[in-house]
């Protein structure tokens, strides 16, 4: 494989992960403000809590993934 198909592959698979970061900070924006107002509903603001969690752990492994692929990058 040459040098070009390999940068084209690792600019596909940033791309995925790029727009994943997207979706999670999406849900992460969301969602904090449910997770920090538990004076309406407790049962709202926990489940808006766990999928806030959720949301920061995947923003988390999409920032490392795309650290990773531009490391790739950087080798070649």
């Known amino acids: 494989m040459d040098l070009k198909n390999k ?12 727009k994943k970061l997207i979706a999670y900070l999406a ?3 969301g ?7 538990i ?3 407790l049962f709202v603001s926990l489940v808006a809590s ?3 969690g959720l949301a920061v752990a995947g923003t988390v492994f999409s920032i490392l993934k795309l650290n990773k692929l531009f490391n ?5």
């Not at 969602?31 to 107002?37: D, H, V």
């Not at 790739?72 to 070649?76: G, I, P, Q, R």
Request: aromatic residues 12%; glycine residues 6%.
């Open 72 to 76: 790739e990058l950087k080798d070649l």
């Open 7 to 18: 940068i084209d592959i690792i600019d596909k698979k940033a791309n995925i992960v790029n």
């Open 27 to 29: 849900i992460a924006g």
């Open 31 to 37: 969602t904090w403000l449910y997770g920090i107002n």
């Open 50 to 52: 766990i999928f806030f």
């Open 39 to 41: 004076e309406k509903s």
